[in-house]
Structure formats: structure tokens, C-alpha cells
């Protein structure tokens, strides 16, 4: 947050507070204070303005600046309910709603952090600040819906802003994952459900699975429009140009759009996308869920172009690098991270982030490159230990990643996959019984049964032979469960139309 102009705003109140003091040295403290805040001695300038508080607990503005000065020294805790009582005397005081709304997401009450920054959106609509960290709260919240409205206001005070775009996109594709989910979850067989996991594959350069799922959906819905054009798509993309001009053909022949009955479509073929999602939030039916994923699919499209559009930036190499990661291209994805880190070497995120994408590439000797400069500068980050203990595992070395992965667990104990590689460290280094209950809590994303197979070994050693047969047994029923690799891989076969 730019605090530079708001303080300065800010501190202006200070002067019609003092004259409320009869104190000869209030006016002192006050001075003091201004020019302590004005040379960033935040921590400071808390002596001065609490002393002044203590001397008029009930003005406004003194107990703004001391709210002021206590969330800038990084005394957030004790901010906040000065800012509060602050705000509560003087209901329109801008800066105290802003203070208060930034000193709770600090705190990591994002929840919190709401009600003060909508009121500060609304005593100042255009202040960016103020627009910026409610959006921050909500998408921390996951209320995408109503943190992409501020965005949107932003991208316009701010068209200039990559972080913006970035945000914003990444906003609808929430928004459409989530409308996907509804979808899938009401109505998977759909022709409209099959329809778009036909394009995730696609865009997955699964051509045959797609091609498959299109069939399924035009076999359920001849006239939905799109289908015959993404499987001549297919035939292109896979040499059958005279197979892609029949399923050409048969797009061409399908009815236009009847737009009083299908409204929807015809909004979405105009580019009107907002209204559609607007439009498709009042149905129910499984075309309005189709629709809806569609038109916020397209809008994330709109905003990632804007920020490519941009100069070179953190985010838009971010952008690119998962666009990469997604389709599997794990070396050009790790490339587009560098350069973001470049861009931002003191986001310890975005060096995570290329050190995963470097295990998936199976750079090994990369990956612990990265993590091990990133643990230097930030020991205690728990993301960073976790992952360079599964690399060094990977490189056969039990031994050196133990310590690492107990850090990880010890310092972030919920996730089910730290406990997965400390449970297989301490296996690897023979203490099967040390091994059981961290394996026992990673069975949740025991997604190919390996946990299973690994804590019935654990079983065996430790003499719990019943336990072993059910792991073992569990186990079994994942494996059989799974197509075989290269059945995965090959696909059901392109027929002609």
C-alpha cells in the first residue's frame, strides 16, 4: 500500500486535535511526532502521539495517528483497536478505515479486514489503495465474485498495472472453475459438461480423449453450436483434412442462434460476457452453468492479454510460466519463471514456484540449487524445507532430507503430502515405527496407492502383520483400479465422421 500521500492526509488532522489541548508541551508532541512519521521512525513516534491519546482518549485524530504509527512500526495488534475506537467517534474517517482494514490483513483476518475497507471504498471510490486491499481480502476469502468488480475499477484507475490484470484474471478463472465444478456436480453427463472436459483436454494436447468427449456431446446435443468445429479441429491438428471438412460442413448447416430462446449464446457471440454471467446467474439450468464458464473464460483471456500487452513484468511471466506448467512443457514453463524472478528477487513465492517446476522436470540438481539459496534468506519457510527435502529424496538421500521434512511438518503440520515424504524419509532410513502415523495422516493423497504400499511394509516391520494384509490389500484395489500407463497414454483411437 502506498501509505506516502495518506499519511501526509492524515497527519494533517492532527493540528485541529492539539488546539483541544490546553497543555503547553501537546503542541511539542505533536511536532515531534509529525516529523518522526514524516522520516519513517514510526516505532518512535508511538511515544509522542500515545501520550497524547492518554492525555484526550476521545479525539479522533489523535487516536488515528497513534493507530497510525503502531500498524506502520508493524504493531498491528495493538493498532487495531485504536483505529477502531478511532473510527467509531468519527464514522467517515477515511484513514482509519483504511489503517484498520490493512493492520487486520496483516494480521491474517482477512474476514476482518472487510467491513473498514468497504467503508473506505466508500468514502473515497477512487482511492486505489482502498480498492486494492479489499480485493486482496476477498480473493483471499475466495469471494471472487465480488473481489472482480474492484478489480475491474482498478484495471481502469490503473490500466498501467500488471499486479491488477494479473489479479483479475486470475479472479474469472476461478469464477469459471467454479462454475465448471457446479456443472460437473449437477449434471457431469451433460452435453454441456462433456463439452468443455472435451476442451481441457484439448487444450491439454489430449486430442483423442477430446475427440471422444465431442462425439459423446454432439450425440447428446446435434445442434450445439461449436462441437462439430473443435472436432474438425481434432481432424486438422491430426492430418485428416478431408474428415475436418465434413464435420466443417455439418457447423455450417446448424440453425443460427435464436436469440429470444437463446439468449445466452447470443450474448456471449457479441462479446458481452459480463452479461452473461449476470444473465446466467439467475438460471439454474446446466446451459446457463455452460455459458457462465465459457464468457469467464474468455474474460481471464481478455485480461492476461492486457497484461501481456504491458511492459515485461513479474506477472506476466508468472502467467505464461503456468500456461507451460499446465500443458506439461515443464522446461519452457521453469524459463518463463527465472525471468519473473529476475523481475522479483525478493518473492520468495516465485522462486518456490520455479523449484517446483523444476522437480516436475526432473532437474533435480536445479531444483535444490534454488531451494537451498531460498533457505538461506528464509529458514523457516516451511513450503521451501518440505520441497528440498522431496527433492533430496528423489536424489536417494534419506538421510539429508529427514531433517527437513520434520522442519516442514513441525512448522505446517496440516498438509496430508509433507507427512507423505517425512513418513517415507523415516522408512528409508529404517525407522518403520517413527514412519506409521505420518503415513497413516498422508493416506488422503494416496492418489496411486505408493503410501499404501509403503506403510504396509511399515506394518510388517514394526509386527503388525493384520494391519500390513489391509494396508497391502488397499493397496491392491488402487492399483487395479488405474489403466496402465501406456493405456493412459495412447488414447481410444480417431475414427472418420
Same mark, same amino acid.
Given at each position: 500500500?502506498?501509505?506516502?500521500?495518506?499519511?501526509?492526509?492524515?497527519?494533517?488532522?492532527?493540528?485541529?486535535?492539539?488546539?483541544?489541548?490546553?497543555?503547553?508541551?501537546?503542541?511539542?508532541?505533536?511536532?515531534?511526532?509529525?516529523?518522526?512519521?514524516?522520516?519513517?521512525?514510526?516505532?518512535?513516534?508511538?511515544?509522542?502521539?500515545?501520550?497524547?491519546?492518554?492525555?484526550?482518549?476521545?479525539?479522533?485524530?489523535?487516536?488515528?495517528? $497513534? =493507530?497510525? +504509527?503502531?500498524?506502520?512500526? @508493524?504493531?498491528? %495488534?495493538?493498532? *487495531?483497536?485504536? #483505529? !477502531?475506537? &478511532?473510527? /467509531?467517534?468519527?464514522?467517515?474517517?477515511?484513514?482509519?478505515?483504511?489503517? $484498520? =482494514?490493512? +493492520?487486520?490483513?496483516?494480521? @491474517?483476518?482477512? %474476514?476482518?479486514? *472487510?467491513?473498514? #475497507? !468497504?467503508? &473506505?471504498? /466508500?468514502?473515497?471510490?477512487?482511492?486505489?489503495?482502498?480498492?486494492?486491499? $479489499?480485493?486482496? +481480502?476477498?480473493?483471499?476469502?475466495?469471494?471472487? %465474485?465480488?473481489?472482480?468488480?474492484? #478489480?475491474?475499477?482498478?484495471?481502469?484507475?490503473?490500466?498501467?498495472?500488471?499486479?491488477?490484470?494479473?489479479? $483479475?484474471?486470475? +479472479?474469472?478463472?476461478?469464477?469459471?472453475?467454479? %462454475?465448471?465444478?457446479?456443472?460437473?456436480?449437477?449434471?457431469?453427463?451433460?452435453?454441456?459438461?462433456?463439452?468443455?472436459?472435451?476442451?481441457?483436454?484439448?487444450?491439454?494436447?489430449?486430442?483423442?480423449?477430446?475427440?471422444?468427449?465431442?462425439?459423446?456431446?454432439?450425440?447428446?446435443?446435434?445442434?450445439?453450436?461449436?462441437?462439430?468445429?473443435?472436432?474438425?479441429?481434432?481432424?486438422?491438428?491430426?492430418?485428416?483434412?478431408?474428415?475436418?471438412?465434413?464435420?466443417?460442413?455439418?457447423?455450417?448447416?446448424?440453425?443460427?442462434?435464436?436469440?429470444?430462446?437463446?439468449?445466452?449464446?447470443?450474448?456471449?457471440?457479441?462479446?458481452?460476457?459480463?452479461?452473461?454471467?449476470?444473465?446466467?446467474?439467475?438460471?439454474?439450468?446446466?446451459?446457463?452453468?455452460?455459458?457462465?464458464?465459457?464468457?469467464?473464460?474468455?474474460?481471464?483471456?481478455?485480461?492476461?492479454?492486457?497484461?501481456?500487452?504491458?511492459?515485461?513484468?513479474?506477472?506476466?511471466?508468472?502467467?505464461?510460466?503456468?500456461?507451460?506448467?499446465?500443458?506439461?512443457?515443464?522446461?519452457?514453463?521453469?524459463?518463463?519463471?527465472?525471468?519473473?524472478?529476475?523481475?522479483?528477487?525478493?518473492?520468495?513465492?516465485?522462486?518456490?514456484?520455479?523449484?517446483?517446476?523444476?522437480?516436475?522436470?526432473?532437474?533435480?540438481?536445479?531444483?535444490?540449487?534454488?531451494?537451498?539459496?531460498?533457505?538461506?534468506?528464509?529458514?523457516?519457510?516451511?513450503?521451501?524445507?518440505?520441497?528440498?527435502?522431496?527433492?533430496?529424496?528423489?536424489?536417494?538421500?534419506?538421510?539429508?532430507?529427514?531433517?527437513?521434512?520434520?522442519?516442514?511438518?513441525?512448522?505446517?503440520?496440516?498438509?496430508?503430502?509433507?507427512?507423505?515424504?517425512?513418513?517415507?524419509?523415516?522408512?528409508?532410513?529404517?525407522?518403520?515405527?517413527?514412519?506409521?502415523?505420518?503415513?497413516?495422516?498422508?493416506?488422503?493423497?494416496?492418489?496411486?496407492?505408493?503410501?499404501?504400499?509403503?506403510?504396509?511394509?511399515?506394518?510388517?516391520?514394526?509386527?503388525?502383520?493384520?494391519?500390513?494384509?489391509?494396508?497391502?490389500?488397499?493397496?491392491?484395489?488402487?492399483?487395479?483400479?488405474?489403466?496402465?500407463?501406456?493405456?493412459?497414454?495412447?488414447?481410444?483411437?480417431?475414427?472418420?465422421?
Amino acid at each position: 500500500m502506498r501509505a506516502g500521500p495518506i499519511l501526509a492526509a492524515a497527519l494533517g488532522l492532527l493540528a485541529g486535535a492539539v488546539s483541544l489541548l490546553r497543555a503547553d508541551d501537546a503542541a511539542e508532541k505533536s511536532r515531534r511526532g509529525k516529523e518522526l512519521m514524516a522520516a519513517g521512525r514510526y516505532a518512535e513516534a508511538v511515544t509522542p502521539y500515545r501520550e497524547l491519546v492518554d492525555a484526550a482518549p476521545q479525539n479522533p485524530g489523535l487516536l488515528l495517528n $497513534l =493507530g497510525m +504509527a503502531l500498524h506502520l512500526s @508493524g504493531q498491528d %495488534a495493538e493498532a *487495531v483497536p485504536r #483505529l !477502531e475506537a &478511532a473510527l /467509531r467517534l468519527q464514522p467517515d474517517l477515511f484513514p482509519a478505515a483504511l489503517f $484498520l =482494514g490493512a +493492520a487486520h490483513l496483516r494480521l @491474517g483476518r482477512a %474476514a476482518a479486514s *472487510v467491513a473498514p #475497507l !468497504e467503508t &473506505a471504498v /466508500r468514502l473515497e471510490p477512487d482511492n486505489r489503495d482502498a480498492r486494492s486491499l $479489499l480485493a486482496e +481480502a476477498l480473493v483471499g476469502l475466495e469471494r471472487y %465474485a465480488e473481489a472482480a468488480p474492484h #478489480l475491474r475499477r482498478l484495471s481502469q484507475l490503473a490500466p498501467a498495472d500488471a499486479a491488477t490484470w494479473f489479479s $483479475l484474471g486470475k +479472479a474469472y478463472e476461478e469464477l469459471a472453475g467454479g %462454475a465448471f465444478r457446479e456443472l460437473m456436480d449437477r449434471d457431469p453427463e451433460s452435453a454441456y459438461g462433456l463439452a468443455l472436459v472435451a476442451e481441457a483436454r484439448l487444450k491439454q494436447d489430449r486430442r483423442a480423449a477430446a475427440f471422444v468427449l465431442y462425439r459423446q456431446a454432439i450425440d447428446r446435443a446435434p445442434n450445439l453450436r461449436g462441437l462439430h468445429a473443435a472436432v474438425a479441429e481434432i481432424y486438422r491438428a491430426t492430418g485428416h483434412s478431408d474428415w475436418a471438412a465434413v464435420e466443417e460442413e455439418r457447423e455450417r448447416k446448424l440453425p443460427r442462434p435464436d436469440c429470444p430462446r437463446e439468449a445466452l449464446e447470443c450474448a456471449f457471440s457479441a462479446g458481452k460476457h459480463l452479461d452473461v454471467v449476470a444473465a446466467a446467474s439467475k438460471q439454474p439450468s446446466a446451459a446457463a452453468r455452460y455459458w457462465t464458464v465459457r464468457a469467464y473464460n474468455e474474460l481471464a483471456l481478455g485480461a492476461f492479454s492486457r497484461l501481456t500487452a504491458l511492459p515485461p513484468s513479474a506477472e506476466a511471466y508468472e502467467w505464461t510460466a503456468q500456461m507451460h506448467r499446465e500443458e506439461g512443457r515443464h522446461l519452457e514453463s521453469a524459463e518463463q519463471w527465472r525471468k519473473a524472478v529476475a523481475l522479483a528477487p525478493g518473492d520468495s513465492r516465485l522462486r518456490l514456484e520455479l523449484a517446483l517446476t523444476l522437480r516436475m522436470a526432473r532437474d533435480l540438481a536445479g531444483a535444490r540449487q534454488v531451494l537451498e539459496e531460498l533457505l538461506k534468506t528464509s529458514p523457516d519457510l516451511p513450503e521451501a524445507n518440505g520441497l528440498l527435502g522431496d527433492v533430496l529424496l528423489a536424489e536417494e538421500q534419506p538421510e539429508r532430507a529427514l531433517p527437513l521434512l520434520e522442519k516442514a511438518v513441525r512448522l505446517r503440520p496440516e498438509p496430508p503430502q509433507g507427512h507423505g515424504s517425512l513418513g517415507r524419509a523415516y522408512a528409508l532410513v529404517g525407522r518403520p515405527a517413527d514412519a506409521i502415523p505420518h503415513l497413516e495422516k498422508a493416506l488422503p493423497a494416496d492418489a496411486d496407492g505408493s503410501l499404501r504400499y509403503q506403510l504396509a511394509r511399515c506394518y510388517q516391520a514394526a509386527g503388525r502383520p493384520e494391519d500390513a494384509r489391509k494396508a497391502l490389500a488397499a493397496y491392491e484395489e488402487i492399483r487395479k483400479a488405474s489403466p496402465p500407463p501406456e493405456t493412459a497414454s495412447q488414447g481410444p483411437p480417431i475414427t472418420p465422421p
